[in-house]
């Protein structure tokens, strides 16, 4: 299960064939100062969560959902989240 923003942008750059992280974030709308805080194990916001799974062709509940996941400050709160992710990853892995 993907459990961070950043493996998501390494599928971004492997599908477009881009070149280096920045151009990642580049090609989605994204600054390079967010790249360092994906680095660091961040979340993002909702509107570059739809832009990533729009540019992945995924339902964007699963990148939101890894974010707030990422962001959750409390750990029963953060299960919740990775648990909507993991069912939403499946469900995208069982369509492919």
């Given at each position: 299960m993907m459990q961070t923003i950043a493996e998501y942008i390494e599928e971004l750059k492997k599908m477009y064939n881009l070149k280096s992280y920045y151009?990642?974030?580049?090609?989605?709308?994204?600054?390079t100062q967010a790249w360092t805080k994906i680095k660091a194990g961040g979340g993002i916001s909702e509107k570059n969560?739809?832009?990533?799974?729009?540019a992945l062709k995924i339902?964007?509940?699963e990148i939101m959902a890894v974010s707030n996941a990422l962001?959750?400050?409390?750990?029963?709160?953060?299960?919740?989240?990775?648990?909507?992710?993991?069912?939403?990853?499946?469900?995208?892995?069982?369509?492919?």
């Open positions: 151009k990642a974030m580049a090609y989605i709308g994204m600054g969560a739809v832009r990533l799974a729009q339902d964007p509940i962001k959750a400050e409390n750990n029963e709160i953060k299960m919740i989240w990775l648990k909507l992710a993991k069912q939403k990853e499946e469900e995208r892995k069982k369509a492919q």
